[in-house]
């Protein structure tokens, strides 16, 4: 079955840093791009960054590029998006999504992760 | 970047109405596009890729349809499970936009 467990979700002060994890199980992880999704409180959803399989390719959205990165372990099954210089408008639950081929979009989702930014 | 505009924001119909939401790319992306379903309280459920294509397990009485510039996932008779909010997602090349979404209600 497979699973895609978020981690690392908290509050944080403005201009702050966290770091969120998903690990996942299941399925051969370094076969599938994976893509952190997020969604602020009431909104819809929004796309923030996506990286290749083998993690030589990453991606984001303009609003966070130059504060997030993300990365991945393919040995421990782990993705990883570190923020930083955080502002309330990165409030939103962050979920973890695999891209089930080119041709596709995400068809798992994990439970997602609260990222809370006030002060 | 390609902006994806979808239509309407939100409706309100009846059990077993057909039901159509629109989106729209703002260029051409071919059939690079996906549609998601999410319940209230849920974690977004992929409903079709590649325009068309219906994704395992998803209920025959989604489709969907379109390519290049516009757009449209069906329901051709509205469940009461069916209520949430859908969103269509471009993912032809980064970023992978999504669409504003339409929150489907039942009358």
């Known amino acids: 079955e497979v699973q895609l467990v978020e981690s690392g979700g908290g509050l944080v002060q403005p201009g702050g840093s966290l770091r969120l994890s998903c690990v996942a199980s299941?399925?051969?992880?370094?076969?599938?791009?994976m893509s952190w999704v997020r969604q602020a409180p009431g909104r819809g959803l929004e796309w923030v960054s996506a990286?290749?399989?083998?993690?030589?390719?990453?991606y984001y959205v303009d609003s966070v590029k130059g504060r997030f990165t993300i990365s991945r372990d393919n040995s421990k099954s782990a993705l990883s998006l570190q923020m930083t210089s955080l502002t309330a408008d990165d409030t939103a639950v962050y979920y973890c999504?695999?891209?089930?081929?080119?041709?596709?979009?995400?068809?798992?989702w994990g439970q997602g992760t609260l990222v809370t930014v006030s002060s | 970047d390609i902006q994806m505009t979808q239509s309407p924001s939100s409706l309100s119909a009846s059990v077993g109405d057909r039901v159509t939401i629109t989106c729209r790319a703002s260029?051409?992306?071919?059939?690079?596009l996906a549609w998601y379903q999410q319940r209230p309280g849920k974690v977004p459920k992929l409903l079709i890729s590649?325009?068309?294509t219906l994704h395992s397990g998803v209920p025959s009485r989604f489709s969907g349809s379109g390519s290049g510039t516009d757009f449209t996932l069906t329901i051709s008779s509205l469940q009461p499970e069916d209520i949430g909010s859908y969103y269509c997602?471009?993912?032809?090349?980064?970023?992978?936009?999504f669409g504003g979404g339409t929150k489907v209600e039942i009358k």
């Open positions: 260029q051409g992306i071919y059939i690079y």
């Open positions: 990286i290749s399989g083998s993690g030589d390719r990453t």
């Open positions: 299941g399925f051969t992880f370094s076969s599938y791009g």
């Open positions: 999504a695999r891209k089930l081929a080119t041709t596709s979009g995400f068809d798992y």
């Open positions: 590649s325009a068309s």
């Open positions: 997602q471009k993912y032809d090349d980064a970023p992978l936009t």
